[in-house]
């Protein structure tokens, strides 16, 4: 057991360079079942400081701390890392989200992570809705099977929110994952192209964007809705939006229904001449050289 004196110095410690703050939190980490009751409060206060510190490298070492101590700490103290543990998963930093990642699995919390993401995704405070969103984006690989589907549906509602930035951060995050359900899938396609109609040009964009990396997963007549939507958009007031439109069509090329090859040409051609944007026109430019090879 550690000395109360020791833990007591190490908390006193004036941590406010980063070095410092890495060396208290990874000493704390390696002290595991020797803190006594008394002490946990404080430590943990220390921890979860640290843990939204601005600098990455402070958060990966609160992290690496908070797993290694979590089962030397009572139920109570237990429970402030795990709300904790919710918002660590918006965390934009890789390595730490990483170690995020591993804690969530060691404490066998993938389904409890599902059921924040439905709460928040429900939930009438648009800040919220938000980071069910950043949630769902960084731990989807985590949600049990059996829940994907209930948890993809869920926050694709959230793809027609009131709040621009919710609609834009929903849209991007639509994707066929493993375990979502045929009907959900056909769910899924409909919300996205109900997107590109956004009274808004970004969600349009992301839409686009969305519809592109999913371009596998579509087939028969919905190509045909698809690809008209795209053509469509060629001509959006919206630079950004055409050259997304453009883009995603040339990327699309293999997936191109027989009957529409022609007319998608045609257009693209149009708009490699005819476009008042530079990058739109260089972009057409490339996508029409792409479709006259197929």
Same mark, same amino acid.
Not at 203 to 224: M, P, T, W
């Given at each position: 057991?550690?000395?109360?004196?020791? =833990? $007591? %110095?190490?908390?006193?410690?004036?941590?406010?360079?980063?070095?410092?703050?890495?060396?208290?939190?990874? $000493?704390?980490?390696?002290?595991?079942?020797?803190?006594?009751? %008394?002490?946990?409060?404080?430590?943990?206060?220390?921890?979860?400081?640290? *843990? *939204?510190?601005?600098?990455?490298?402070?958060?990966?070492?609160?992290?690496?701390?908070?797993?290694?101590?979590?089962?030397?700490?009572?139920?109570?103290?237990?429970?402030?890392?795990?709300?904790?543990?919710?918002?660590?998963?918006?965390?934009?930093?890789?390595?730490?989200?990483?170690?995020?990642?591993?804690?969530?699995?060691?404490?066998?919390?993938?389904?409890?992570?599902?059921?924040?993401?439905?709460?928040?995704?429900?939930?009438?405070?648009?800040?919220?809705? !938000?980071?069910?969103?950043?949630?769902?984006?960084?731990?989807?690989?985590?949600?049990?099977?059996?829940? =994907?589907?209930? $948890?993809?549906?869920?926050?694709?509602?959230?793809?027609?929110? &009131?709040?621009?930035?919710?609609?834009?951060?929903? $849209?991007?995050?639509?994707?066929?994952? *493993?375990?979502?359900?045929?009907?959900?899938? &056909?769910?899924?396609?409909?919300?996205?192209?109900?997107?590109? !109609?956004?009274?808004?040009?970004?969600?349009?964009?992301?839409?686009?964007?969305?519809?592109?990396?999913?371009?596998? %997963?579509?087939?028969?007549?919905?190509?045909?809705?698809?690809?008209?939507?795209?053509?469509?958009?060629?001509?959006? &007031?919206?630079?950004?939006?055409?050259?997304?439109?453009?883009? !995603?069509?040339?990327?699309?090329?293999?997936?191109?229904?027989?009957?529409?090859?022609?007319?998608?040409?045609?257009? =693209?051609?149009?708009?490699?001449?005819?476009?008042?944007?530079?990058?739109?026109?260089?972009?057409?430019?490339?996508?029409?050289?792409?479709?006259?090879?197929?």
């Amino acid at each position: 057991m550690a000395s109360e004196k020791s =833990i $007591v %110095n190490l908390l006193q410690q004036r941590a406010k360079d980063t070095k410092t703050k890495i060396k208290v939190a990874y $000493v704390l980490g390696k002290l595991k079942n020797k803190i006594p009751g %008394n002490m946990q409060g404080k430590v943990i206060e220390k921890l979860l400081k640290f *843990s *939204s510190d601005e600098n990455a490298k402070v958060r990966y070492a609160s992290v690496f701390a908070l797993k290694s101590l979590y089962e030397g700490f009572s139920a109570n103290e237990r429970e402030k890392i795990n709300e904790r543990l919710y918002d660590l998963c918006t965390d934009k930093n890789k390595g730490v989200l990483l170690n995020v990642k591993e804690f969530i699995k060691k404490l066998n919390f993938e389904s409890r992570i599902a059921e924040k993401i439905l709460i928040l995704s429900k939930s009438p405070y648009p800040r919220r809705r !938000s980071k069910a969103i950043a949630i769902f984006k960084n731990t989807r690989t985590l949600i049990p099977r059996g829940l =994907i589907d209930e $948890v993809t549906k869920s926050t694709s509602k959230l793809c027609s929110d &009131e709040l621009l930035v919710v609609r834009m951060a929903a $849209v991007k995050e639509i994707k066929y994952d *493993s375990g979502v359900l045929v009907n959900t899938q &056909e769910k899924l396609t409909n919300v996205l192209l109900n997107a590109c !109609s956004d009274r808004r040009w970004i969600v349009r964009y992301n839409a686009v964007k969305a519809i592109c990396s999913q371009r596998d %997963n579509f087939h028969g007549e919905i190509l045909n809705k698809i690809f008209e939507i795209l053509l469509n958009l060629c001509s959006y &007031e919206k630079w950004e939006v055409r050259f997304s439109a453009v883009n !995603s069509i040339a990327r699309m090329k293999y997936v191109i229904p027989y009957g529409v090859r022609d007319k998608i040409i045609l257009k =693209i051609s149009q708009v490699s001449k005819k476009d008042t944007n530079r990058i739109v026109k260089e972009s057409a430019k490339t996508a029409l050289e792409r479709l006259q090879k197929i």
